[in-house]
């Protein structure tokens, strides 16, 4: 929590109070009701609920389905101006255009974030396809591919806290625990998810890992097409191949924690 000589510093202006909400969250504190927001900053309940609800409007936090908050889309794309997500777009792209020429589908890397895959980059397919994942959305770990790469590589502690808020997002979204835990092992075996309009009706995802120093998962690589794409799977060997290259540039340039980075 905030000590209070950073409070009474902080809260001089209406500006110094935003950047104590901002600063209420960190990397063990990433999804927060306003009443958590209020005690770590010690600002009083209705000022925070009108600083978190600006900030809201623009873009710096978004409220989440159970009505609590996390960081926006806003603060990420300011992020990516850092060294490192500017190094990991650079050196993603142009394996990602290769993708999308053979497919003219959308192209996606993700890295893990909380409880969350953050999508890094995307490519738009060419296709009639409205796709959630833009640059900087956070996508739920057991409803998408890229996700579900993650979860499936992940500690047992993700995997349990994932397990524990199954939000269901369409009527194939997989909210029993048992035929998840399923699927992560059937993922790990094989090498790849396929999610099919688990978080999107009409959308289906298919996404492979891509490696850091040790062989461990640092990010995940995939594409969004039409479900009735019935061609999808061919994709697979594509974007193995595509995975270890990029895996191989990642380390050479000394990008291969991303997890413990990111």
Not at 46 to 59: A, F, S
Not at 61 to 74: C, M, N, V
Not at 84 to 104: F, T
């Amino acid at each position: 929590m905030l000590d209070s000589a950073d409070r009474s510093k902080g809260s001089k202006s209406v500006t110094g109070r935003a950047f104590l909400v901002l600063d209420a969250f960190d990397a063990d504190h990433r999804h927060q009701t306003l009443a958590s927001i209020a005690r770590r900053t010690g600002l009083p309940l209705t000022t925070c609920h009108r600083l978190v609800h600006e900030l809201v409007e623009q873009g710096a936090l978004t409220r989440t389905l159970d009505g609590a908050y996390e960081i926006g889309s806003k603060i990420w794309r300011l992020g990516i101006l850092a060294s490192l997500h500017s190094g990991l777009r650079e050196i993603s792209l142009p394996y990602m255009e290769d993708i999308y020429q053979l497919a003219n589908d959308a192209v996606q890397i993700g890295v893990l974030d909380g409880f969350r895959c953050l999508i890094v980059e995307r490519i738009a397919g060419s296709r009639t396809l409205e796709v959630i994942s833009k640059p900087g959305a956070r996508l739920p770990l057991h409803a998408s591919g890229v996700g579900k790469v993650l979860l499936a590589h992940g500690s047992q502690d993700l995997q349990n806290a994932v397990f524990a808020s199954l939000d269901s997002y369409t009527g194939q979204t997989i909210t029993d625990v048992d035929v998840l835990e399923t699927q992560l092992r059937e993922i790990k075996r094989q090498g790849f998810a396929h999610s099919r309009e688990e978080l999107a009706v009409g959308a289906t995802s298919l996404a492979v890992p891509v490696l850091g120093y040790g062989n461990k998962v640092i990010a995940a690589l995939g594409i969004v097409t039409p479900v009735e794409n019935r061609d999808i799977e061919r994709m697979v060997s594509v974007l193995k191949v595509s995975a270890n290259a990029l895996s191989k540039k990642l380390i050479l340039n000394g990008m291969g924690d991303l997890n413990q980075r990111v």
